[in-house]
């Protein structure tokens, strides 16, 4: 198995349906071929505590949960989900892949709901102790395309707000990787899966391949 410098720490972001989920597990399973110690995990959802966060957080019967309940719900659940699962691993310098982290709570708090910029920060800070990952895939889409996959299993909470919170909340995204280029790599999540994974594994390759012994 190759060994790692550093444990290293890979996200994967984006608007509803944009196929996150499958392209982390593709990618992973890509990389444990080549060799390589990978942990995936999500959020909310990626320990026991935070797997019951995010029943509160995805069920739309909870209608009249409050955006700064709801926000201070996933911080708690990233706070559990990097004690737990997170940090442990990078320090046995595994590599992440994470179903969602920092980037969406800014774009869907502050894309989205229109939360104070201050507050977000503050939150993000407070639940992250600054810990960052060193590549995020953005899965760039359309609203109405991703909605329409998103919805065929039926919707959660968060897919049945309007059309306006998903555009505001992808408008946001961009913004983030307009600002961080060096770290957010924008995938035009239209591609077939195979050729959007072949991008993901060839840029995720290039970028480890520097930590590699």
């Known amino acids: 198995m190759a060994s790692l410098r550093q444990g290293l720490f890979i996200t994967f972001e984006g608007p509803e349906g944009c196929g996150k989920s499958t392209q982390t ?23 026991a505590v935070g797997q019951q966060i995010r029943e509160i957080l995805l069920n739309p019967e909870n209608a009249s949960l409050v955006r700064k309940t709801e926000v ?6 990233r706070v559990q989900h990097l004690e737990e699962k997170v940090r442990p691993a990078l320090e046995q310098k595994k590599i992440v892949l994470c179903d969602r982290y920092l980037d969406s709570t800014t774009a869907y708090q502050i894309g989205g709901r229109g939360l ?5 920060k503050e939150i993000n800070h407070i639940s992250t102790l600054g810990l960052m990952p060193q590549l995020t895939f953005l899965l760039d889409i359309p609203v109405d395309e991703g909605l329409k996959r998103a919805t065929q299993q039926g919707k959660d909470r968060f897919e049945k707000e309007m059309l306006s919170f998903h555009e505001k909340v992808r408008q946001k995204y961009l913004e983030l990787a307009a600002r961080d280029k060096k770290r957010i790599k924008i995938i035009d999540g239209l ?13 995720a390759r290039n970028f480890i391949k520097k930590y590699v012994n």
């Open 25 to 47: 597990y593709k990618l992973a399973e890509a990389l444990r071929a080549d060799g390589l110690d990978v942990v995936t995990t999500r959020e909310p959802g990626g320990t």
């Open 72 to 77: 201070l719900l996933f911080a708690a659940d």
């Open 116 to 120: 104070d910029q201050g507050l977000i």
């Open 191 to 203: 591609g077939t899966i195979v050729a959007v994974h072949q991008e993901i594994l060839q840029e």
